[in-house]
């Protein structure tokens, strides 16, 4: 089946630094990708939608410019988080989608763990 | 405006009962319902879906019950173990490519022995 791979599983970073996520899609080319964020005991926020080679499409409430997202190619799409601050600390999951599959392949990533000290 | 909701908050049943969560959407272009699992620290897996003109699908111990007219859908987990001790998350899609999945606010499930 479909996988994406998300890296890394955790990252600490010390507030003010960048940390940069990467999700990629192993098995299909992904044209759309999506970027949530998820407290404790919560669902999952949709932070961005973003389709291979164009500008990521931003939720309201998220900043476009403290979350980075690129989307170059069909297999790759990251997400920087600049100049990091501890009420970012949060669990990251993409979600990748690929009409490829029949119009329904929404596949996850296993997530990215952020604390920021 | 919650689009998908989600009962109940948490379940706790025992080993070898039957788990029930129940999702409603007020949304009829969604085309695709399904039901994701998660565990702590990971990303959520697909568990199993559904589309509209069916009414139920099973895949070993789970079911899908879809309900059109009510706009409602419910997970059953037969037989429930420890195992299936996660957070549970009913979604839902509209069939444009580049949407995203709706989810609902999610279920802990606690199968004690």
């Known amino acids: 089946g479909a996988v994406v791979s998300q890296h890394p599983s955790w990252v600490i970073c010390k507030s003010g630094t960048s940390v940069k996520i990467e999700c990629r899609s192993l098995d299909f080319q992904a044209t759309t990708m999506f970027w949530y964020r998820q407290f404790p005991k919560q669902s999952l926020m949709l932070m961005a939608t973003?389709?291979?080679?164009?500008?990521?499409?931003?939720e309201q409430g998220v900043e476009k410019d403290k979350f980075l997202i690129n989307h170059a190619s069909l297999t790759l799409s990251t997400l920087t988080v600049t100049s990091a601050h501890p009420e970012d600390s949060s669990f990251y999951i993409c979600s990748a989608r690929s009409l490829d599959r029949g119009g329904y392949g929404y596949t996850f990533g296993s997530g990215t763990r952020l604390t920021v000290v | 405006q919650q689009q998908v909701k989600q009962s109940p908050q948490s379940l706790i049943v025992q080993k070898g009962g039957i788990s029930i969560i129940n999702c409603a959407y007020e949304?009829?272009?969604?085309?695709?319902f399904p039901w994701y699992q998660q565990f702590p620290g990971k990303g959520p897996a697909l568990l199993i879906a559904i589309r509209p003109d069916v009414s139920e699908k099973k895949e070993g111990r789970f079911t899908i019950s879809f309900n059109k007219s009510a706009k409602q859908f419910s997970l059953h987990i037969m037989d429930s173990q420890p195992g299936d001790s996660a957070t549970y998350f009913c979604?839902?899609?509209?069939?444009?490519?580049?949407?995203?999945?709706?989810f609902g606010k999610g279920t802990r499930l606690s199968v004690i022995a």
């Open positions: 973003s389709n291979e080679g164009s500008k990521a499409t931003y």
């Open positions: 949304n009829t272009a969604f085309d695709y």
């Open positions: 979604a839902a899609s509209f069939p444009s490519g580049n949407t995203p999945l709706v």
